[in-house]
């Protein structure tokens, strides 16, 4: 296969089968949930485009991973960054989403020239730069590369991946782009394209370059942490559902990015044990991420699919008329909060233990830094449970906030079925750690040459032991055996005897007109946010009230507006956009129109050549 | 075969210990108020009463609760009763004390305020939504200053399991460490922000504009307002306990060691009784603060706990 003397390679390695099975299993899942999500399309518009491009996007995505060459790697790429496009324009009647496809792929192909380059530099010492030998990714790893061009070609390829995974500041398309595609592909998307990106990463600096200096890692680490506190806070201040599950993924990517950033601290400092255990907890969040934003952004689908409304200030109530979408919805909030005992606890759990052992390490100034990390980790952690308390409390629970009440279904058995799987893998992965840990094992042990199974399994596969059994241990089925023997027990006993429970109006502290109106709003339950973190966003606050008998004591409406806008966009793209348009306009003064002088650049061009090469 | 027994029966007089000394805790807390501020008590076993009265009332229920905010009560509970499972409180050989490690306790307990902010907003009224957005905002800032204060008393310790924090303190010899100072003055900090204390929150209050942790259980009545009461009362015995653990486990008994139980249960009732005339002294002493002054008591803790890593490095 391939073109003339150049052949396509493909290679299975436990990397690559780790991120063949995370897309075949979300793909799997996805694909079961978008038989009954594509049905609200069919009657509207023509749905063969869609389905085309979802199977191209698939594909794609599973070449990338088997890939063993740049050349049929970037080719799957391609394939892959051009056919979500196409699927993020799939509702292209509105501006809105034209202007986000446009965006996505703009940044994609930034992206993608990074990575080229990267590649080509690779290859390049990998042949002396004297053939087009060295473009197998075999070659490459038996390059020599100065350090200082190592550096150069690492960091083009996380820039570029960088793109694509949605690191702050490159982060700018994921919240235009993953609201106005269709939900099931922005489940794909977030669920899975974005980690293609995180495999990219790994596979260049553990496998391709191999040898790196600390400082690599640092800087992977900060970003990762800059993405995981900024995308937060960020996505504490939408209110828009989808918007915020997109903003919710950057922060993801970052703790990902931290797990990696610190095992690759770990793995240039000698260290094994400690980088496998961050590199694991780093692709166990990976493996969690995509379990629970996949479901996430399903749910979001069947909301939207049911209310036709993306706006969270305009829903409200939905767990009385969609109890199963609630109910999984819920279980995804507490996943991704990192609450016990379901799996996004395990991960972060991991990461924080491989922080807490960083006293290990040789370099004072680090033993200073890495704990800081843990800390801004931290608090990113908690920020996210508060944003999906806000999420789910806003959306689902309290009152329907719409101006007119809907007709509002439960979605159909496909839909629900392909959330309920992902539900049920959020709570496995939670509850059984030490049966993934083995099955990853594998992965670290060829890359960073340590084993974490021996001692997070020594004491069977109730207790997970990361390090030591002195060091720290968890046990997620003893968390949901305990839990479900107190709360049964003590209902129970409760129960004995039965007592009525009277239905009565809300209570409100006796306040007799509440209407849904007054409910807290999703703006108004991030504000405590907004004013702390203030200085990260970009705010306008307006408030116009209307007075009756022109006295400010009589207020006749008071008319509220507040815009919280990322400040990159106006920092770092405005600039850039402006300067490219600048540029652009003055290149277009060369366009007469007149064959004159067109004739008259010919002939320049011509004299200028001969001067120059003579 | 009898050492797992008697293991497992020390876990069991450790809850029971617990569910019943944590209303005593907090009569003791509101009795010593009451003195210090020249009012007449109630007596130290009022919170009983109360509980009880609680327990034989009918509930009157919204009528768009969801089956959130009836569960939620008894998840509280649990998460509270398993928390105090976990910390080794008498004996540093208990069986479920491996299950959790402080990160794993302290995430336990960020669920059961995940579950109560999600029951602020289920019935719909702006009381609740307020009440939810503070705590988790407030609880969202106290984090990084608990994991700091966590990580601080682990470099001492090298592990973040309670049982062998509490063992190596106990054993090793006794040295003022200023690293451990600063990381219990961080935790007394974060313990009156993740308690509801005063000056952060105050527990008496019922006055709308001040209320955070009052304003999301409002709606609440009958036996569920009466687990979630007790379930505080169990939250504020356990952070003293945790603190007990982490910080002063001396009198804790040993692995196997049943002659030291009846002895251990004393120290513990001393050191309570000392940690609520602390607890008192701070409340009466200090007036509760604005909502937005408090990213900066947080703030502080969080630097105390620095502070405490920073000595670690340089003294130690």
């Known amino acids: 296969m391939g073109l003339p003397d150049l052949p396509f390679h493909l290679r299975l390695d436990p990397l690559s089968g780790f991120f063949l099975t995370l897309i075949g299993a979300l793909g799997f899942i996805v694909s ?36 063993d060459d740049a050349f049929f790697f970037l080719i799957s790429w391609e394939v892959m960054a051009a056919a979500s496009y196409f699927l993020v324009m799939f509702e292209d ?59 150069v070609t690492f960091f083009l390829a996380f820039f570029g991946f960088a793109a694509k995974a949605g690191v702050i500041p490159l982060h700018v398309w994921l919240p235009e782009a993953h609201p106005v595609a269709p939900s099931n592909v922005s489940a794909l998307m977030s669920g ?177 830094l890495i704990p800081m990390g843990a800390a801004l980790l ?102 949901l055996l305990g839990l479900v023997g107190v709360v049964s027990l003590v209902f129970l006993l409760l129960h004995a005897r039965r007592k009525t429970i009277h239905k009565g109006p809300l209570w409100d502290c006796g306040f007799e007109k509440v209407t849904p109106r007054m409910q807290y709003t999703a703006t108004a339950f991030s504000m405590p946010v907004r004013r702390i973190f203030g200085f990260y966003f970009h705010v306008r606050e307006r408030q116009v009230s209307k007075h009756l008998l022109d006295h400010k004591a009589f207020i006749k409406s008071i008319r509220y507006s507040l815009k919280t806008r990322d400040r990159f966009m106006g920092w770092l793209y405005q600039p850039v956009a402006d300067v490219s348009f600048w540029i652009a306009r003055k290149a277009g003064k060369l366009q007469q129109g007149r064959i004159q002088v067109y004739l008259i650049y010919s002939f320049a061009t011509i004299i200028l050549l001969l001067v120059l090469l003579r | 075969m009898s050492e797992m027994v008697s293991s497992y029966i020390l876990e069991v007089v450790q809850i029971v210990i617990l569910l019943a000394a944590a209303p005593v805790f907090i009569g003791w807390v509101r009795t010593l108020k009451c003195w210090f501020q020249g009012r007449t008590t109630a007596g130290i076993f009022q919170p009983y009463r109360d509980l009880i009265k609680l327990f034989h009332k009918d509930i009157v229920l919204a009528e768009n609760a969801s089956w959130i905010f009836r569960i939620t009560p008894y998840l509280i509970f649990g998460f509270t009763v398993l928390i105090g499972a976990i910390i080794p409180v008498l004996s540093v050989d208990l069986p479920l004390s491996s299950t959790a490690d402080v990160i794993a306790i302290v995430s336990l307990f960020a669920m059961s305020r995940f579950f109560t902010a999600l029951a602020g907003m289920d019935i719909g009224t702006a009381f609740g939504g307020m009440g939810s957005s503070r705590e988790m905002t407030i609880a ?19 592990s973040t399991s309670l049982s062998q924090m509490a063992q190596v303190i106990a054993h090793g010899p006794l040295v003022l460490r200023p690293s451990l100072a600063f990381a219990l003055l961080a935790f007394i ?21 001040t209320m955070i942790h009052e304003a999301m259980i409002l709606e609440y009545s009958g036996r569920h307002l009466a687990l979630i009461e007790w379930a505080g009362m169990m939250k504020l015995y356990l952070f003293a306990v945790l603190g007990i653990a982490s910080f002063f486990p001396w009198g804790i008994a040993e692995a196997g060691n049943l002659i030291a139980i009846p002895i251990a249960i004393l120290v513990l009732a001393v050191k309570l009784v000392l940690a609520g005339v602390g607890l008192v002294l701070i409340e009466t002493g200090l007036a509760k603060m604005r909502l937005f002054r408090v990213p900066e008591f947080l703030g502080s803790a969080f630097l105390f706990a620095t502070l405490g890593m920073l000595s670690f490095f340089m003294l130690e």
């Open chain 1, 32 to 67: 079961i949930y978008s038989i009954g999500y594509v049905k609200g399309f069919i009657g509207h518009r023509p749905v063969t485009s869609l389905a085309i491009f979802y199977s191209l996007f698939l594909a794609g995505m599973f070449m990338v991973v088997l890939a």
């Open chain 1, 93 to 151: 009647e509105r501006t809105e989403n034209r202007r986000a496809a446009f965006l996505y792929i703009v940044i994609a192909h930034i992206g993608a020239i990074a990575i080229l380059l990267s590649f080509g530099l690779m290859a390049g010492f990998a042949s002396g730069f004297e053939s087009f030998n060295g473009y197998t990714f075999d070659a490459m790893r038996h390059a020599s590369i100065p350090p200082h061009w190592a550096a």
């Open chain 1, 192 to 368: 899975i394209m974005l980690k293609t990106a995180i495999y990219g990463i790994i596979r260049v600096a553990f496998d391709l370059i191999r040898d790196f200096p600390w400082w690599w890692g640092a800087v992977v680490l900060i970003l990762g942490l800059v993405s995981a506190l900024l995308g937060i806070l960020f996505a504490l201040q939408q209110q828009d559902l989808k918007k915020l599950l997109a903003y919710s993924s950057v922060e993801n990517i970052g703790i990902i990015l931290v797990g990696i950033g610190l095992s690759m601290t770990f793995a240039s400092f000698h260290s094994p044990v400690l980088s496998a255990l961050a590199l694991t907890a780093g692709l166990y969040h990976t493996f969690n991420h995509a379990m629970f934003k996949g479901l996430l952004f399903m749910g979001a689908g069947a909301v939207l699919h049911a209310t036709h409304e993306r706006n969270m200030e305009r829903m409200g109530g939905l767990i009385h008329r969609m109890p199963w979408t609630s109910a999984l919805f819920l279980i995804g909030c507490i996943s991704i909060s990192a609450l016990p005992p379901f799996n996004g606890f395990v991960s972060e759990w991991l990461m924080f233990q491989a922080f807490l052992l960083s006293p290990a390490l040789p370099s004072t100034l680090l033993n200073f």
């Open chain 1, 378 to 479: 931290a608090l990113a952690a908690a920020l996210a449970a508060m944003c999906f308390v806000k999420a789910f409390g806003v959306t689902f629970l309290g009152q329907w906030r719409g101006q007119h009440n809907p007709e509002i279904h439960e979605v159909n058995w496909f839909m629900r079925i392909g959330m309920g799987m992902t539900a049920i893998a959020c709570l496995c992965l939670g509850i059984f750690p030490t049966a993934m840990i083995r099955w990853m094992d594998v992965i670290a042990a060829s890359f960073v040459g340590g084993e974490l199974s021996e001692s997070a399994g020594a004491f069977g596969w109730i207790w997970l032991t990361p390090i030591s059994h002195e060091r720290a241990s968890y046990s997620g089925p003893i968390v």
């Open chain 2, 140 to 158: 969202s800032l106290a984090e990084p200053a608990m994991l700091m204060a966590v990580f601080t008393v682990s470099l001492a310790s090298k």
């Open chain 2, 189 to 209: 900090f974060i313990s009156l922000a993740e308690t509801g204390r005063i000056p952060v929150d105050n527990p008496a209050t019922h006055l709308e504009l």
